[in-house]
């Protein structure tokens, strides 16, 4: 309603379906703004990919990527807004670590500059990521990096087949071999009460 506030990420598909994502894990400091919880994580088709949203904070919590990998998104696509350089690293970081758990790739897309109001400014360089392996130009899962702190467009390309073809055979099957595992995560469920 129009007392409640939310972090709320949009898209829209080429022929105008519009796609929308509330963020599911507020950060600490989002409280103080009244800011709302979501609490539905979805995967929708585009015409290139299924694709999902972690809205910054998100990308820190592996649940959050670990569930739309588990629904089939192929890409993640992670708005954030950092205050400090520590902020920006500690999402990238994570934005990282959940392309490698869940063989998938995903754009970070940075706000950067000044918003304005209450906010600082923020501490951006945008990247589209991958896994780390052999069949990635890039031994470091980048496919494409904005400059630092600049207003910039970044392109790259993704390859689906590649995405699956790792995922079966790569050096590191971390989605397969997660799933293989699954029954015995059951011992340790406090985390997913």
């Known amino acids: 309603g129009a007392d ?30 009244y800011t709302q919880e979501g609490d539905k994580m979805a995967v929708f088709q585009l015409p290139f990919a299924k694709v999902g949203f972690n809205i910054c904070y998100e990308a820190e919590i592996p649940e959050c990527a670990a569930t739309l990998a588990e629904q089939g998104a192929e890409l993640i696509l992670t708005p954030s807004a ?27 897309c940075c706000l950067g500059g000044n918003p304005g109001g209450p906010l600082p400014g923020c501490w951006a360089r945008s990247s589209i990521l991958s896994p780390c392996d052999v069949v990635w130009k890039n031994p470091q899962g980048i496919i494409a990096e904005a400059h630092v702190n600049q207003e910039d467009v970044i392109s790259g ?9 790792n995922r079966l055979g790569g050096a590191a099957t971390t989605f397969k071999d997660r799933r293989r595992k699954a029954g015995i995560y059951n ?3 406090s985390h997913i009460k």
């Open 4 to 33: 409640r506030y939310e972090n709320v990420a949009h898209i829209w598909g080429p022929d105008g379906e519009h796609y929308a994502h509330s963020k599911t894990h507020i950060f600490p400091a989002e409280r103080g703004w």
């Open 82 to 108: 950092t205050f400090t350089e520590q902020g920006f690293w500690r999402v990238r970081h994570c934005c990282h670590a959940r392309c490698i758990e869940n063989q998938i790739y995903l754009v970070h």
């Open 157 to 165: 390309e993704i390859n689906l087949d590649v995405l699956y073809e």
């Open 187 to 189: 011992i340790w469920p």
